[in-house]
């Protein structure tokens, strides 16, 4: 295998104080920790089963192959190059230009989904227990909706799963980029993939399984509007994690002879597939059953303890679920909590404990506007998006990602241009990846920041 050929050319890293990733195998770990997350197994199901399956699907991965993926390249070459936090990393490579307004708003952004994030894992991380408990074993989803209601309607759940969820990424976040991320994130993929089969060969071996695989593999293009195409836009840039300096901030731990281009390969194919076997999972067994897909958020909260409780074994496949999921979320809040850390620590000169509690308390408290958006902030609505929790969500997947990812892409082909990159794509002519990194160039230059503008321009309604 290629990764074993090259291993004995491993070069020293460059810089002794900064923490960094060790192994390739743990950049690929942390990477896809960080792409792997709800994304994949709340957001992808229930924006697939409310925007008629098959058609969404493919507008997705077109995104995903034309945007979210030279967005990644980009943001990895720029963090492994500069070797600084999301901010500085374009201050670097940028001295005297605004373009580390990127990373700045890379940073509010990562304040604004750990916002809804650490709420949506905190329901997930409540469901495990209840799911022990049998609290949410029952085939009527009128019950199992109850149950969701009453967490979510109740201030005091909400706020303390939200800070149990908090408390527990920062404990990992406090050990470090090697010692933490590296080391969970390596432990929990495997662990992932594992669970994530189990449950699909359960699902897709239920009788009347057949609807749900042809819902996920029928495309139905009447349904792909304007508003789609943004929604399937915005979801790329959500679920490989760019648009937003995060992965500037991984790519700053890489290692010097990381092969970049085929990294993000990889943690793109790999995101990809989690998507479609959490599809695979949860479509067949929600038509097996009779149940709708198209309710939503809450098709994750309602429908799926609904569904599990209508099959052989249920509280068990029940359990395996949620914590697939929370250890999905997982990798992807450590990403998240490691934007601002990152920027406290580099460039404010902050220990890392009191940069990492200092996140946290600041999490708590923007947090805590999606954690009481069902109870004591529900009569604060925003227009047709609905409460804070969904203008967090709303806010940075449709416009602050998408708009970072433009920028981005703007600043590699106009500014960093072909000779800077090649060079540095190419870790300095070691690899043999000239015609690679000329279609990278030619599309992050022209074709994505075009694509991108279009779709946000009409998505928005501007055009
Ligand atoms: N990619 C993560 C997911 O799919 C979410 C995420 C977005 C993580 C942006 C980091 C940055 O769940």
Not at 6 to 12: D, L
Not at 274 to 287: H, M
Request: one cysteine or more; charged letters at 10%.
């Amino acid at each position: 295998m290629a990764i074993a050929d090259r291993a004995e050319s491993v070069p020293k890293q460059t810089t002794v104080s900064r923490d960094t990733f060790t192994t390739r195998l743990g950049v690929i770990a942390a990477t896809l920790g960080s792409a792997v997350g709800l994304g994949n197994i709340w957001k992808f199901p229930y924006l697939t089963g409310a925007n008629g399956g098959a058609a969404f699907i493919i507008v997705y991965l077109l995104c995903t192959l034309v945007v979210g993926l030279p967005v990644m390249i980009t943001e990895h070459v720029i963090g492994r190059t500069a070797r600084e936090d999301a901010i500085a990393s374009l201050k670097k490579l940028a001295p005297g230009k605004a373009w580390w307004l990127i990373g700045a708003s890379g940073i509010l952004a990562s304040f604004l989904i750990m916002a809804f994030y650490t709420e949506v894992a905190a329901w997930v991380f409540a469901y495990i227990v209840k799911a022990v408990q049998g609290a949410i074993l029952s085939t009527d989803p009128a019950v199992t909706e109850a149950a969701f209601a009453d967490l979510v309607s109740s201030p005091v759940q909400s706020l303390v799963w939200q800070w149990i969820v908090l408390a527990f990424i920062a404990s990992i976040i406090a050990l470090g980029v090697s010692k933490g991320i590296e080391r969970m994130t390596k432990r929990l993929m495997p662990a992932l993939f594992g669970i994530l089969i189990i449950v699909v060969i359960r699902s897709i071996t239920l009788p009347g399984a057949g609807q749900g695989l042809e819902f996920l593999l029928k495309p139905d293009f009447s349904k792909v509007t304007g508003a789609t195409v943004l929604t399937a836009l915005g979801l790329s840039f959500f679920k490989l994690s760019v648009g937003m300096g995060t992965m500037i901030t991984y790519g700053s731990y890489f290692l010097d002879d990381q092969d970049i281009p085929s990294t993000a390969t990889r943690v793109m194919l790999s995101d990809v597939m989690v998507s479609f076997l959490a599809g695979l999972a949860i479509f067949p067994a929600v038509f097996a059953f009779g149940f709708q897909p198209e309710s939503g958020p809450s098709l994750l909260f309602i429908t799926i303890p609904a569904v599990f409780s209508s099959m052989p074994f249920g509280q068990v496949f029940m359990i395996l679920f949620f914590v697939l999921t929370a250890i999905a979320a997982t990798g992807a809040m450590l990403s998240l909590f490691e934007v601002p850390v990152a920027y406290l620590e580099g460039t404010l000169n902050w220990s890392r404990k009191k940069a990492t509690i200092a996140v946290m308390i600041g999490l708590a408290i923007v947090g805590s506007t999606a954690a009481l958006s069902e109870s004591l902030l529900a009569h604060i609505r925003f227009g047709g998006i609905g409460t804070f929790f969904d203008l967090w969500d709303y806010l940075t997947s449709n416009v602050l990602l998408p708009v970072g990812g433009l920028f981005l892409c703007v600043f590699a082909g106009w500014v960093l241009r072909w000779d800077k990159l090649k060079q540095w794509l190419s870790n300095n002519g070691t690899l043999d990846n000239e015609g690679v990194v000329r279609g990278y160039y030619w599309i992050v230059k022209y074709v994505t920041p075009i694509l991108v503008l279009i779709i946000l321009l009409t998505g928005l309604g501007i055009i």
